[in-house]
């Protein structure tokens, strides 16, 4: 069974480049061919116009790879001693790997915890220190695998502010399956499933081709005043499809929309004029599950917290 099937992108200099799928879609594999772990059996790829397979020693060079898990780091070491193992691995000079490890430290915020062992900190300090380990040699590019799975929300937040300041001193490709993580830090995405890629583009761009409805829904306290009449004015609106209407306690007005943003304005505007008097309102636009659901037409089920790297 082949885990990528003819798949090809190109990820722009200085950009945060996402890959969206599910276990066993072939994100890993992919990754795992452009850091030279593995072969690809027919194709091409470069990294930093660079043939990974004729060229390896140069793609290793100038790339930084942050895979899934907790290996990577000595324990029994503190943060420091790890940061300077590793730039002598790369060959580093004594004088650039003692800048380096002090600028990175300071970067991911562990310079109060840099000589204590690493065994003793927290799932999202070791985190930090990855992402640091992984710059140790000021690398053109990275990648990343599943930088916050298992991590805590606080931690998160942490761990991807670093991941956005990347950008564009570093072009990054980001493996993830967190939705809202692609959206807020990546460029431009691919959608990958079953070894194809079935959808790519900006975040926007994958949302707005998503089959699902625009909506804004409006709560008005009380029955609406002259409703038939104000129905049709709000259906005539430019941005409006259609319009629901349920009663209640306080009516519901259900606007589908091209768009939710001049829906509302315009919706409000009407309401306003009509001496209604708005108690609640709701926006619901496609989202990134919306456009996963489109391309591969099934929902998407990200891993438990914790779970293992992508198999394939």
């Known amino acids: 069974m082949e885990a990528v099937r003819g798949i090809s992108f190109a990820v722009g200099r200085g950009t945060i480049f996402g890959i969206l799928g599910p276990n066993g879609a072939g994100k890993t594999t992919t990754i795992k061919m452009l850091s030279t ?3 690809p059996t027919s194709g091409t790829a470069e990294v930093d116009g660079f043939d990974v397979v004729r060229d390896e020693v140069h793609v290793r060079r ?6 899934g898990g907790d290996k990577g780091l000595y324990n029994q070491l503190s943060g420091r001693e790890n940061l300077r193992y590793f730039g002598r691995l790369y060959g580093m000079p004594g004088d650039l790997i003692d800048r380096r490890t002090h600028e990175l430290l300071d970067q991911v915020g562990l310079t109060t915890r840099a000589k204590e062992r690493v065994e003793s900190y927290s799932r999202g300090m070791k985190q930090r220190l990855h992402i640091a380990k992984t ?16 991590l805590d929300p606080a931690a998160a937040i942490e761990v991807r502010s670093l991941i956005a300041d990347l950008s564009p001193e570093h072009t990054v490709m980001l493996s993830t399956h967190d939705m809202h993580e692609a959206d807020a830090l990546c460029t431009e995405l691919a959608i990958i499933d ?4 079935v959808a790519a583009g900006t975040p926007g761009e994958l949302k707005a081709a998503a089959p699902v409805d625009r909506q804004v829904l409006i709560e008005v306290v009380g029955p609406l005043v002259g ?19 349920e009663v209640g306690a306080c009516d519901a007005l259900t606007l589908r929309c091209i768009d939710s943003t001049a829906a509302l304005d315009q919706g409000l505007a009407v309401l306003r004029r009509s001496g209604a008097s708005v108690r609640a309102i709701e926006v619901r636009d496609p989202t990134l599950e919306d456009a996963f659901l489109g391309a591969t037409g099934r929902a998407f089920e990200p891993p438990a917290s914790g779970a293992g790297e992508d198999p394939r």
């Open 37 to 39: 772990l593995l072969i």
């Open 194 to 197: 079953r070894g194809l890629i």
């Open 62 to 67: 100038r790339l930084g790879v942050l895979f």
């Open 135 to 150: 710059l140790i040699h000021r690398p053109p590019v990275v990648i990343l695998d599943e930088p916050t799975i298992g």
């Open 227 to 245: 409703a038939s009449a104000l129905l049709n004015e709000l259906a005539g609106l430019s941005s409006v499809l259609d319009i629901s209407h």
